[in-house]
RNA sequence: GGCGAGUUGGCGGAGUGGUGACGCAGCGGAUUGCAAAUCCGUGAACAGGGGUUCGAUUCCCCUACUCGCCUCCA
């Protein structure tokens, strides 16, 4: 099956051919730790996990290697430890930023674990590679790339003739834009820093440029190198790092004489309702906020899946709703049909367990989930269990069924509720039933209301009944019926 | 100002140079005491204007509109 995957680089659905099949390298850019992920940061982590999957699938799980990285050294981060040791918080700043940088992957880690992203074969810190940081940056001043001034150290644009290339632009248009910071230790206007000194109290190395701390963009530069060597296939992230920062990532990389990514992929932004989530207008909310809302991670991923991953994807409540209904349907379907951890893995051993092709197809298309989740939907019209194995299998590819116990869970059991709210409802099942059995329909229906206001779905079967919480399922509506 | 993406039925959202996915909602039917849930069936779209073509929603150009990035937030 051949991926196609469109390339940043030349604008175009290109038939992707790894350097080494037998070692696919991937490179995304992490995020700088200082606060919880938002939604926004989950994205590209949701389209990056679902094409690691993908090539692992395609080249075998041991022939991907993923490498995403963690900032920790940045400006926000020190000004959030300031901020802490103003309020009180004791210890010197570089404790505070180690500790807030520790805790912050430790967020980082659970919430993404929970969107069902796997981890990366590799999770560097930029303070684990300034050595080679500060080796990269002093053989691009010997090559005459770079330049030393005032204790910064910065990229001479212009020496690069193919400054631009990724995004489009030219360095004489962005200055009459004049939207570059102008200072007096730079040349040009445009060049941009690889290093700058840190004053005693912020974190900082030293280097033969006195002590400071390295500029954003060279470590991706200098880990990529280190950990996937001097070519590799992919390279990705928002399409908000376009530019500058990949940009810059492959003027430093190049003219250290790496040839660098060959495939570079950017996925849209996120818009919550329609409008760009931003902390101004006030719709701005964390994966973790979600998460304790009740929103399962499934539904999170499933949601951020059904927009094609070069769209702006828009989070509205609605496909939310729309979202978690499917997968329930889909998991019910295979309870159904009785799949069950020991079921799926005896299918696995059995080598029963095979994907729809069509559905690779599409999928493998520039990851086209939208459209692997329409064809999962006709999937899901099969009626025996062997029938329903491709849909399975897919929920299980695209990270959507981490735990098959998850299709064991009945509806109730995935509702937490006191003990006092099946016993009541039970109880009102059963009044029902008897209504019913005398034909006094007013009496049946007024119970059936009653379960209904409370949002429990009330399925008549036969002659009985049983109940499931709905999706507005409010137990307290039923409060004082004890 | 610079750069880029998009505009498909009521809504969401794929795809294709010629028989117009898929889901939700709607409508019709089965079922039901009546409903719900479920099952079966079904109508409905390619921003506007030019061009290329035997033929364009699909390719090219223009216009309009929307959105994003370039600025702390991916």
Redesign the pocket.
């Known amino acids: 099956m051949t991926i196609t995957l469109h390339n940043t680089l030349t ?1 175009k659905k290109e038939p992707f051919v790894p350097i080494d099949p037998a070692n696919v390298r991937m490179y995304l ?1 992490g ?2 730790v ?2 919880r ?5 989950a ?2 982590v949701l389209v990056f996990d679902v094409l690691y999957r993908l090539l692992r699938h395609t080249y075998g799980a041991d022939h991907v290697t993923y490498v995403r990285n963690f900032t920790d050294v ?3 981060i020190n ?1 959030t430890a300031l901020a802490h040791q103003q309020a009180g918080a004791p210890g010197t700043l570089e404790d505070l930023v180690a500790e807030r940088t520790d805790e912050t992957i430790a967020w980082y880690h659970a919430d993404m674990d929970a969107l069902g992203a796997l981890r990366p074969d590799h999770e560097p810190r930029a303070t684990e590679y300034i050595a080679q940081m500060v080796a990269m940056i002093d053989g691009l001043i010997k090559d005459g790339y770079a330049y030393e001034n005032e204790g910064h150290v910065l990229f001479r644009v212009r020496k690069y003739s193919e400054y631009g290339a990724l ?4 360095v004489d ?2 200055i ?6 102008v200072a007096p230790y730079k040349e040009d206007p445009m060049d941009f820093v690889l290093w700058k000194p840190s004053s005693d109290d912020l974190p900082g190395w030293d280097s033969p440029w006195g002590r400071g701390r390295p500029g954003w963009h060279i470590e991706c530069s200098a880990m990529a190198y280190e950990l996937l060597g001097d070519r590799f296939d992919i390279h990705g ?9 990949h940009e810059n990532e492959i003027a430093q990389s190049k003219c250290a004489g790496h040839g660098f990514a060959n495939v570079w992929l950017h ?6 309702e ?7 207008l006030g719709n ?1 909310f964390t994966v973790r906020d979600l998460l304790e809302d009740g929103v399962p991670g499934e539904v999170i991923r499933f949601v951020m899946l ?3 991953y ?5 989070w ?1 409540e ?2 939310r ?2 979202s978690s ?2 997968l329930m ?1 889909w998991l019910h ?1 295979l309870k159904k049909h009785g799949y069950t951890p020991k079921m799926v893995k005896q299918l696995k051993a059995e080598g029963q367990w095979s994907g729809d092709g069509e559905l690779l197809g ?1 999928l493998s ?2 990851l ?4 692997a ?6 999937l ?2 099969a ?1 025996t269990a062997e029938g329903l194995v491709p849909l399975a299998h897919a929920l299980e590819l695209l990270g959507l069924v981490a735990d098959w116990s998850l299709v064991d869970l009945t509806p109730s059991q995935d509702v937490k509720m006191a003990d006092w709210v099946p016993a009541v409802i039970d109880r009102l099942i059963e009044e ?1 039933g008897a ?2 059995a005398a ?1 006094n ?2 009496e ?2 007024r119970l ?1 209301d009653l379960l ?1 206001s409370a949002g429990v ?7 009985s ?1 049983t109940w499931a919480p ?1 999706p507005d399922f409010d137990p307290a509506k039923l409060e004082g019926l004890t």
Request: aromatic share 4%; proline share 5%; hydrophobic share 25%.
């Open positions: 604008r850019c995020p700088t200082y606060d992920a938002h939604l926004g940061n994205r590209p940045d400006d926000k000004a995004s489009g632009r030219s248009d962005m009459a834009g004049a939207r570059v910071e992230g928002g399409n908000d790092l376009q530019f500058p920062h996925n849209e932004m996120l818009q919550v329609g409008k760009k989530m931003s902390k101004s701005f059904a927009t094609h070069r769209k702006p994807m828009d509205t609605k496909k709703e729309e209904k499917t349907d379907v599409t298309n520039d086209n989930t939208p459209g989740l329409a064809r999962m939907h006709v899901a019209k009626r029902r209504a019913r034909k329909w007013g049946a229906d059936r209904n779905q009330v399925t008549d079967i036969g002659g009944a709905g």
